[in-house]
């Protein structure tokens, strides 16, 4: 056979539909080298909002630790005051007990007084009634000579000179009682006014307190949140890193199989042509080119499993149903379905009515395919994330393989692709069950 059947040979397989799945696998390694490079970029917008979320914590603890010092601050004045307070009621203490001795001696004073006034009252009476105009007449003439009547008139001059002087004491004894209850209701007032002063600066201390008492609560409770999120965030950048080691090892398995591929096609072509050649040592050029050409097997545009269920879309398995650490949350949840990544159509996994055909938060726009009693089980399909249109309606009957929706990422996604659940009676069920593996 010669060199011109080995190019014929291989430009026949080059042609061939063996030879065709390269171009599908290229395909695949440069959708997976996109998811990567998406999961590496979001991976940067994680690390970025990580690292702003650590300045916040830093700029809050900065926050709490100022607002911890003026607390210190305010707790300082409010011991001084609490002091000052204290001291001052003592000294109110004293002083009411001091107005109490002082009350004493005014009582006691008072009483002289009163003795003093009865005193003199008596003297004032007894001149009035009893020493008359005839009395002093009656001195003068019973008088033995003028030493004698010098000797009365004094008398009756040292009496008045000493009534005078009780006047006058009595005068001095009342001020003195006046004065005094002036000089301590003063100290009284005063005292109290300093004490009502140190009650209100201690107040309004006490109230600068709770104030900052409540910004420190705020401080703790945004430091709280602030690290909440930032635990979430670096939750997060650990399952982005987790995929991304995923479609590393994704890559590194396809392009493995691409590799054993291309050696199986080598082999098989090196095959074709010693056979061919060694056909065409023994038949006809027609029988060489009969031998040659690619057998083709007719095919549906979708594989029917062993339950009857199809693949809903193209793409591959990029993370099963089960428990999961959330990429949403970041909590440890049960993941209800098995997600398909990748782009294009989503079809209908096996006929049925469409039950709903809506928005959803968590699911964004999503259908559900009611399928009826199958093995004496009613069967539920799910399809969630797709982009907008939807392209059924619920009370619709759609067949298998009719295309309802496209892959997207509306709801609680972080990235294209579609999430499928498949119910039993009501109950969560794996769906590889249905669409194999």
């Known amino acids: ?24 696998q290229a395909a695949t390694l440069e959708e997976l080298q996109q998811q990567k490079d998406a999961l590496q970029l979001e991976t940067n917008t994680i690390q970025s909002q990580i690292e702003e979320k650590s300045n916040s914590l830093n700029t809050l603890e900065s926050e709490k630790s100022n607002l911890e ?24 203490a004293d ?57 009365k008139i004094t008398v009756v001059s040292k009496i008045v000179t000493a009534n005078k002087d009780i006047v006058e004491q009595q005068e001095a004894d009342q001020q003195k009682v006046e004065d005094s209850k002036v000089a301590v209701e003063e100290e009284k007032l ?25 910004q420190i609560a705020q401080v703790i409770e945004n430091y709280e949140l602030t690290e909440a999120e930032k635990n979430g965030l670096e939750s997060t950048r ?34 074709a042509i010693a056979a061919a050649e060694a056909a065409a040592a023994e038949t006809a050029a027609n029988n060489l080119t009969a031998s040659a050409a690619p057998t083709t097997t007719a095919s549906s545009s979708y594989t029917v499993n ?37 782009s294009g159509a989503i079809s209908a996994a096996q006929s049925g009515t469409v039950e709903t055909a809506t928005y959803h938060a968590s699911y964004g726009y999503y259908v559900v395919i009611n399928h009826g009693t199958i093995n004496g089980v009613n069967v539920k399909t799910l399809y969630a994330h797709m982009q907008p249109g939807l392209m059924v309606a619920p009370g619709q009957t759609v067949s298998q393989g009719q295309q309802i929706g496209i892959m997207g990422t509306t709801g609680d996604s972080t990235g294209v692709h579609l999430h499928f659940e498949v119910q039993e009676n009501g109950g969560l069920v794996d769906p590889l069950n249905y669409i194999g593996g």
């Not at 193209?314 to 049960?334: A, C, K, V």
């Open 69 to 92: 010092t003026k607390v210190n601050e305010l707790q300082s004045q409010l011991d001084e005051l609490m002091n000052r307070l204290a001291a001052q009621e003592q000294k109110l």
């Open 95 to 151: 002083i009411e007990s001091k107005i109490l001795e002082l009350q004493a001696e005014i009582e006691a004073l008072q009483v002289v007084i009163d003795q003093r006034t009865e005193k003199l009252n008596t003297q004032a009476r007894y001149i009035q009634t009893d020493a008359g105009v005839t009395d002093i007449a009656s001195m003068l003439l019973s008088s033995e000579n003028f030493s004698d009547l010098v000797g």
């Open 238 to 271: 650990a399952d982005l890193a987790a995929q991304t080691e995923t479609i590393s090892n994704d890559m590194a398995a396809e392009q493995a199989r691409i590799t054993a591929e291309a050696i199986a096609v080598a082999e098989a072509e090196a095959a």
């Open 1 to 24: 056979m010669g060199k011109k059947h080995i190019a014929l040979f291989a430009s026949i397989l080059l042609l061939s539909p063996i030879a065709g799945g390269f171009t599908a």
């Open 190 to 214: 005063a005292a109290e006014a300093l004490r009502q002063d140190i009650l209100i600066s201690k107040n309004n201390v006490v109230a600068q307190k709770a104030e900052i008492d409540v």
């Open 306 to 342: 062993s339950s009857g269920f199809i693949k809903p879309a193209s793409g591959y398995y990029s993370s099963p149903y089960g428990y999961r650490l959330s990429p949403i949350t970041g909590g440890y949840e049960l993941h209800r379905g098995q997600d398909i990544a990748g």
